[in-house]
């Protein structure tokens, strides 16, 4: 016979990625108490993989897609609005090929973008002549023509640790390197069994259970939670490579290439240009997601037929993985499939599970919300909807600024704002940390000082702060995920980083896992 379980609450949200935190988010507001369990690190997965925009998806109004790109395109703002310091708008150039989309087609494209959705801060699309424009300088020469449209760009894994922080702060129980093996249903509630990194084990007693486990939805549904699937997910493999940075200016490029298909080329990081992504179907195992040869010669190439200087495979410094989990329509080509999700309410069986089927990082907060109504009712949620016009930790500049007036202007307003309130502080270090945090920067400045750096603009202080509020328990979690300074930084200097936290969080890692439980 089953324990029964000493610590109970009305939610168990199985996933911390971008779906898993935005739902916690949302529960949370709503007056629920809620446990997020995250099997490896926040974001380690899909929701740090992305390309990291935030956008209507150009592209998929060639696949009749009007209804998701409605969506999407309406969340733009919203987004941008909530944390202008995670997100930007981001201007695109599409260089005219002949041999591709036809001038009226594009046309027609993006004079549907600019008016399917309620546009304040973006500005529209425009025809632009590439022999004079910034954005020709590096592209061959016979590109002539382009068109210029407005999408938004998001530090996809800090957007997932604001929602699990601002979840936190609502009261959620947020429990990273956890894992649900095994969830039983009963009448009222589920009986779950979390697994700690080390191998121990906690038992839970919930009213209601989420599934958001992204790639992993249909396997944890059968595997763990010993339901139907009713749904089925193609798994399909997207990678990136990052180069040197191949321009100036800080417009980004979407390229057309002959399969169809299309990629992106982004400023990135500031010293750096984002390349992707691939479409591969993915046969191997879910986390184990890595580029391969071909999938780099093929970004090279596309990427090369715009540039005028070649993009080699030498070039890379810097590459990523990551699994779409796409809801499966049967369509032939890995491209072709539907980017949009489905929310599976199933109550039949006893105690509710929810389960997400697909999605985008730019959909995640009206899915998120949907979710919540159809928990909010059965669980009796004090509270309703709550986050369209609500702030992400560090998103609400005006305590510093004043009223707001464009997100893109108001953060430059912040970083200003923190200088004058920080002089000592170099500027480039300020600018990050102003990127990073937010308003939250502030009071990060605003302590006992900085303390030792171990790396270079990386102090102890950020490090604690990352561990005590952000869930960092590895150099790993701090340079790839909390902030992108892998990047920058040589392998010795990464070393260092990962010494400190070796030495620090080993011991303290199991003592807060603990804590969190009680
Ligand atoms: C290459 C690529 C490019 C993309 N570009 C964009 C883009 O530009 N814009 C956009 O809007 N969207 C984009 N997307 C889509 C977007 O990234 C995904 O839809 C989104 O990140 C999925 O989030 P998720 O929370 O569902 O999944 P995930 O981020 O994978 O989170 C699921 C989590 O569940 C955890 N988990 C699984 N099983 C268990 C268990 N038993 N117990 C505990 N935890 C568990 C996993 O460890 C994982 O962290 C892109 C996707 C890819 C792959």
Request: aromatic share 8%; with cysteine.
């Amino acid at each position: 016979m089953r324990r029964a379980a000493p610590f109970r609450a009305d939610v168990l949200v199985v996933g911390g990625g971008i779906n898993g935190a935005g739902i916690a988010r949302d529960l949370a507001g709503r007056g629920l108490s809620v446990v997020l369990c995250e099997k490896d690190d926040l974001a380690a997965h899909t929701s740090s993989s992305s390309t990291k925009l935030i956008h209507g998806g150009l592209r998929y109004l060639e696949h009749y897609e009007f209804a998701l790109v409605r969506k999407a395109l309406a969340e733009r703002e919203v987004l941008l609005r909530s944390a202008p310091h995670i997100m930007w708008p981001l201007r695109f150039v599409m260089p005219h090929d002949p041999g591709m989309r036809p001038v009226w087609m594009v046309r027609i494209g993006l004079f549907l973008y600019d008016h399917m959705a309620r546009r304040e801060v973006l500005p529209g699309s425009r025809t632009v002549d590439l022999r004079r424009h910034p954005a020709g300088a590096p592209l061959k020469r016979h590109f002539r023509k382009g068109f210029v449209y407005s999408d938004g760009w998001v530090d996809d894994a800090r957007l997932v640790v604001l929602n699990a922080v601002d979840a936190a702060e609502r009261g959620a129980t947020v429990l990273t390197r956890w894992a649900c093996v095994d969830a039983r249903r009963g009448p009222q509630a589920w009986q779950v069994r979390l697994q700690g990194e080390g191998g121990a084990t906690r038992e839970l007693g919930v009213r209601a259970l989420v599934n958001a486990a992204g790639p992993w939805a249909a396997q944890f549904l059968a595997e763990h939670a010993h339901a139907p699937e009713r749904k089925s997910l193609r798994l399909v493999k997207g990678s990136h490579i990052v180069v040197r940075r191949l321009f100036e200016h800080d417009h980004a490029y979407i390229f057309q290439n002959p399969d169809k298909r299309i990629i992106f080329a982004i400023p990135y990081e500031g010293d750096f240009t984002l390349i992707g992504t691939t479409d591969v179907e993915h046969g191997g195992a879910i986390g184990a997601a890595r580029i391969d040869a071909t999938e780099t010669a093929y970004l090279c190439e596309q990427a090369s037929r715009y540039f005028e200087h070649p993009v080699q495979p030498a070039d890379v410094v810097w590459s990523y993985s990551g699994v779409r989990p796409l809801l499966d329509d049967e369509s032939g080509d890995p491209s072709a499939v539907t980017r949009d999700y489905e929310l599976e309410l199933d109550s039949a069986g006893g105690a509710p599970l929810l389960t997400v089927w697909g999605g985008k990082i730019t959909t995640f907060r009206k899915l998120a919300e949907e979710a919540a109504d159809l928990l909010g009712a059965p669980l009796g949620a004090p509270k309703g909807a709550w986050t369209r016009g609500a702030f992400l930790p560090g998103g609400d500049f005006s305590a510093l600024i004043g009223a707001p007036q464009r997100p893109d202007t108001d953060f430059m307003r912040l970083v200003a704002a923190l200088a004058k309130r920080h002089p000592g502080i170099d500027a480039q270090l300020l600018h990050r940390l102003a990127r990073a945090y937010g308003t939250r920067a502030d009071t990060l400045l605003a302590g006992s000082g900085l303390g030792p750096q171990v790396a270079p603009g990386l102090h102890e202080a950020e490090l604690a702060h990352l561990h005590a509020n952000e869930w960092a328990h590895s150099a790993d979690d701090v340079l790839w995920r909390r902030t992108k300074l892998g990047l920058h930084y040589s392998a010795a200097e990464r070393d260092a980083v990962q010494s400190w936290c070796r030495a620090h969080w080993q011991a303290a890692g199991s003592k807060a896992a603990e804590t969190a439980w009680n």
